[in-house]
C-alpha cells in the first residue's frame, strides 16, 4: 500500500492517500478527524490488508480442504482410499511425485474413534485439518484416531491411540516398492473403519479418478475463502488462531454464521486472494528466510525448513509455513530430516546458476554428481509454476531418477537436460518443457545419508546452454 500524506503545523494528518489493491484513494481529516468517507475507505483498506494476511495464514488448512473436495468429486468421500497412480490423475496434487503411486484417504471423526491400519513397506502417515503430522504415527500399526473432546473407549488393547487436534485426518502413503504384485500385497492390508466395527471390519474401498481431471489444487478468488470457511465451520479455534478470526469477521467469514458475503465483503475478498497468492509467490519462490540455502555456492533451497528435533515450531512460523503450504502437502519430521534414517529430504531450486528464473523457452543442464547422498534413490521432479502441480508437456513426462535408465558420464555423475528441445545423445536424460510454462525443480533424497547432512556432496545448478 503507497501512503503520502500532509501534516499541519500542530502534527494532525490533513489528506492521506492510500491504495487499496489496485485502487488509489485520497482521503481528508478534518482538524485531525477523519471524515466519514474516509473512515469508510479505511476501513474497507484494514479488512483488505487483513483478508492478505488470513490468506498466508490459512493455506494449509484451504489446501487440505481442497483435497478432500476434490477426492469427494470422483467418490472418494471419508474412507474411502483414492489410488493416483499416472501423470494425468497426480495433477490435482501440488507438487507430488511423478512417479510413485499415492494413496489417500480422509478419515472423519465427528462421529467417534476410527481405526487404520497402516500396512508395512509404505510411506506415509497421518495429518490433521491443518496438515500437522500426528507424532509418531508413520510406522505400520493399528492407529485408533480420537477426535477433540473424545474420551478413547476402555478397551484400547492393541491399538496405538492418537488424538487429533481436529476432527478430519488425512492418511497418505506412498508405496516405494517396484514390484506390482508386492505393492498390492501391501496395499490389500490397509483398513480404516470405525471403532465399533473393529470385531469384523470391512474390506477397504479403493478409487481411482480413471485419468479424469479432478480438483485438488486449492481454487483462487471467492473459492479460497469457501474452502476456508468449510474449515472454520468443522473444525476448533485454536488459540493462537484467535486474532485471525477475528480478523476475518468483518468479512463474513465467522464460526458459527453462514458465509453470505455482501457485494463489498466479496469485492475486498476477490481482491486479497489475489494480492495473497502474489504475496504467497514472492515468499515461496525467494526465500528471505534464514539458513534456507543447502550450500552458499549453490541455488538449491531447503524447501521444507522445519525442525525435526522440534517440529511444533514451525506452526508458529507464518512466513516458513505459508512459503511451504503454497506449493506442498503435508509437512512432517521425516521430511526435513537432520541425520540420516527413513525419510526424505527435499531441495527446491526457481532459479539458474546466473540467478534468473528457470524458463519454460530456455534449454538447461542439471548436473548430479556421482555418490548421490542415499540409500534408496534421487529425482528431480519439474513443476509448473502457475498450478504447482506437474509440468505438463506432450510426452508426459516431468521427472528423471535414479531407477531409471539414464546415460552416466565417465565419472559416474548424470546430467539431467531440461528445455523444449531434446539433446542429441541424451534423450533418455531429457524432460521436455514449454515456451510460456515457466517452472521450478524439486531433488528428492530417499533415506539421505551422512553427505548430505554435512553438506559435502554438492548438487548443481540448472545451467542455461545457448
Not at 503520502?4 to 482521503?27: C, E, M, Q, W
Not at 498390492?184 to 479418478?209: H, W
Request: net charge positive.
Amino acid at each position: 500500500m503507497k501512503r503520502k500524506s500532509k501534516k499541519a503545523t500542530t502534527g494532525s494528518i490533513k489528506t492521506l492517500t492510500t491504495r487499496v489493491g489496485k485502487l488509489s484513494f485520497h482521503h481528508d481529516f478534518q482538524n485531525g478527524y477523519p471524515t466519514k468517507d474516509t473512515v469508510d475507505v479505511l476501513y474497507d483498506e484494514r479488512d483488505f490488508q487483513r483478508a492478505c494476511q488470513a490468506y498466508l495464514w490459512a493455506l494449509p488448512a484451504v489446501a487440505y480442504a481442497q483435497m478432500r473436495y476434490g477426492l469427494a468429486a470422483f467418490g472418494a468421500r471419508d474412507s474411502i482410499v483414492a489410488a493416483f497412480l499416472n501423470f494425468d490423475e497426480r495433477l490435482g496434487i501440488l507438487t507430488p511425485n511423478a512417479t510413485t503411486p499415492y494413496y489417500l484417504a480422509f478419515v472423519g471423526l465427528s462421529s467417534g474413534p476410527v481405526i487404520a491400519e497402516l500396512p508395512t513397506g509404505v510411506r506415509g502417515g497421518l495429518v490433521d485439518a491443518w496438515q500437522r503430522s500426528l507424532p509418531d504415527a508413520e510406522k505400520q500399526a493399528r492407529y485408533l484416531l480420537v477426535g477433540p473432546g473424545q474420551t478413547p473407549p476402555a478397551d484400547v488393547a492393541g491399538f496405538e491411540v492418537r488424538y487429533s487436534p481436529t476432527f478430519s485426518v488425512m492418511l497418505g502413503l506412498r508405496i516405494t516398492t517396484t514390484d506390482p504384485k508386492e505393492g498390492e500385497a501391501q496395499l490389500a492390508k490397509l483398513r480404516i473403519y470405525s471403532y465399533a466395527q473393529r470385531a469384523n471390519p470391512p474390506v477397504t474401498k479403493i478409487i481411482s479418478p480413471k485419468g479424469r481431471k479432478w480438483p485438488g489444487i486449492p481454487e483462487r478468488g471467492m473459492g479460497y475463502w469457501k474452502r476456508l470457511d468449510e474449515v472454520i465451520q468443522s473444525e476448533p479455534i485454536e488459540e493462537r488462531d484467535r486474532f485471525f478470526h477475528e480478523m476475518l469477521a468483518p468479512l463474513g467469514i465467522e464460526k458459527g454464521k453462514a458465509f453470505k458475503p455482501t457485494a463489498k465483503q466479496r469485492k475486498i475478498l476477490t481482491e486479497a486472494a489475489l494480492v495473497g497468492e502474489a504475496m504467497a509467490k514472492a515468499n515461496t519462490f525467494e526465500r528471505r528466510l534464514p539458513g534456507m540455502m543447502y550450500r552458499k555456492d549453490c541455488r538449491w533451497h531447503y524447501a521444507l525448513q522445519l525442525d525435526a528435533d522440534n517440529p511444533e515450531e514451525f506452526w508458529n512460523l507464518l512466513n516458513h509455513r505459508s512459503a511451504w503450504f503454497y506449493e506442498a502437502y503435508s509437512a512432517a519430521p521425516s521430511m526435513a530430516p537432520k541425520r540420516p534414517g527413513p525419510s526424505s529430504a527435499y531441495l527446491g531450486a526457481y532459479r539458474d546458476k546466473r540467478g534468473n528464473w528457470l524458463d519454460g523457452g530456455r534449454n538447461y543442464r542439471l548436473r548430479v554428481p556421482a555418490n548421490a547422498p542415499m540409500k534408496l534413490f534421487w529425482s528431480v521432479t519439474l513443476y509448473d509454476v502457475d498450478t504447482r502441480s506437474l509440468l505438463v508437456n506432450k510426452q508426459k513426462i516431468a521427472d528423471k531418477s535414479s531407477r531409471m535408465d539414464l546415460k552416466k558420464n565417465a565419472d559416474g555423475s548424470v546430467d539431467v537436460y531440461c528445455g523444449p528441445k531434446a539433446p542429441k545423445g541424451f534423450e533418455s536424460n531429457w524432460i521436455p518443457t514449454v515456451p510460456k510454462r515457466n517452472w521450478f525443480a524439486y531433488f528428492r533424497l530417499y533415506e539421505p545419508t551422512e553427505t548430505y547432512f554435512d553438506r559435502s556432496w554438492a548438487l548443481g545448478d540448472f545451467v542455461e546452454l545457448a
